[in-house]
């Protein structure tokens, strides 16, 4: 876990409420982020993820609600908090009128920010474009148009980076590339923000995760704290003669029996000791063979939150 | 990394950023943009100039040359002007490319001086060279030259807040060429670039005074060789109403982000 040093936060959600149509995309939720962390919003289709993005990034216009980067509001002071703001957007954006070394060069400019040669030939260099610079856009493959995508929505150097399912498509490899260089902007002080479907990259990745469903926030805390508030543990208990009754004494457990009763299965209470659990086993004199314990992980707690399958995560 | 700060900020890059990736996307395609539309009035130059001109003339005092040149300059600034426009902001749109521009601190009003001072650019450099090939076949007057001057542009700014708002209510490239072909391209026709709208019987000569086009092609000709069917005035007069609703209307349209901004 980090430590932060408490000063402004680089994002302020207040009450943001959208609808499209009559259909409310986003209920009034209400979140920040504070300056160099990593934040994740996650979510299935249709949760209201992009939509929240979009209204940041200013590619939607707002329902209701405040936002404000950096203590500046995106309406007010929209072209302070555009400057502030880089985005990966989630569909690829292709102009074929430019190649790669031109759209970067151009992309500075509509930041008024002037073109940093050095700053340009590192983010060519860490996004591996060197060999594609004098291509159009229609020329990439799909990874490479995603890493193009990345070094655009860096070139003016923005204190912000939301990342909208930036990997989406993309593969293993390149995935780890991505995340690594997004950990390692970060720890150069950008804050970040991002979506993605992969729920155990987001586990690894963020420090603190919101999960919104139906377009509220149904949960936000720190990553390792709402895994560990949310998963179960389970202990599974192999034994050497098979039982006929769940053993007295183990009720807060929920214990149950299974193949046959050779395997005995009990659920730890939210915070309870394990050791406290062996030593009621040890009392009991069960014959024991062997011992396994497994936690949830971020996907589970997803799934018990959402009721929804984070990797396939319905309409 | 180092943060780009207020020091580093300048607020009219993004304008001239912009402004410079509109004008190098026309130029990249300039047989298309350019070369193409010269081409065409050329050839209407030749026929009109070169072969029926010499045996035509509806205006005393002038070769019909003399008298179709105007037109086909005008003909030649209105098209590519609208062309610039109208193509380039529908495709933004239509391919999704138009985010890149909203997320940036690109304010509306650096929005829309940028897209229509490159399409005013396009549509005057196609008029430029449209009379510098017309000089082979017809020399003309040039009565008011800054008059002339201020239509064509007048003309091309005008066309350029058109074409914004045509690519801002397009749902498709054939709506775009639905525009080209069934509502400038007529008006341009029955403007009087090829005939003064005095010869017309009633009630065509009337209906003609209806086209907003007639206007701009009859300034202009006004201020080329000193001839016209109305005054300079009413000409001028029209077109500057006529381009101040469509510039208040392109830009009330991009300030609400209307069809950009879901």
Known sequence: MRLYIRRMDALVIKNLHKSFDGVAAVKGIDFSIRQGEIFGLLGPNGAGKSTTINMIAGVVRLGSGQISAFGYDNQKDYRHTRRMIGVVHQEIVIDNFFTVDQALKLHAGYYGVKDDPVWRQLLIDRLGLEPHLHKVMLKLSGGLKRRFMIAKALIHRPRLLILDEPTAGVDVELRHGLWEFVREINRQGTTILLTTHYLEEAEEMCDRIAIMHHGDLIAMEETHDLVRRLSNRELRIWLVQPLENVPAGLEECRPELKDDGRLLLLNLPKGGEVGQVLSQLCALKLPIRDIETDQSNLEDVFIQLTGLDGGNDGP | ?262
């Open chain 2, 1 to 262: 990394m180092d943060h780009n700060n207020e020091r580093e900020y300048s607020s009219w890059l993004p304008f001239f950023t912009l402004l410079r990736k509109e004008i190098l996307r026309f130029w990249r395609v300039s047989t298309q943009t350019l070369l193409a539309p010269i081409v065409t009035a050329g050839l209407y130059l030749f026929v009109f100039g070169a072969t029926l001109g010499e045996r035509l003339s509806i205006v005393e005092g002038y070769s019909y040359a003399q008298f179709v040149i105007p037109g086909l300059i005008m003909m030649g600034i209105i098209n590519n002007s609208f062309a610039n426009t109208s193509s380039s902001l529908f495709m933004s749109r239509y391919l999704g490319g138009i985010v890149d521009l909203l997320v940036t601190p690109v304010s509306p009003p650096q929005f829309i001086l940028a897209y229509t001072l490159a399409a005013m650019l396009r549509g005057l450099l196609v008029g430029t060279v449209v009379w510098l090939i017309s000089t082979v076949f017809a020399s003309l007057p040039w009565e008011s030259p800054l008059l002339g001057i201020l239509m064509a542009m007048l003309a091309s700014f005008m066309f350029a807040q058109f074409g914004l708002i045509a690519a801002i209510y397009a749902q498709s490239f054939d709506t775009i060429s639905m525009y080209t072909s069934f509502l400038i391209l007529p008006l341009i026709f029955l403007g009087g670039v090829f005939y003064p709208i005095s010869i017309l019987p009633e009630p065509w000569g009337k209906f003609s005074l209806l086209n907003p086009l007639f206007y701009l092609i009859d300034g202009f000709r006004h201020a080329l060789i000193g001839f016209g069917d109305t005054s300079y005035l009413v000409s001028f007069g029209f077109s500057i109403v006529l381009a101040i609703i469509l510039f208040v209307w392109a830009a009330w349209l991009i300030g609400k982000g209307y069809r950009l901004r879901a």
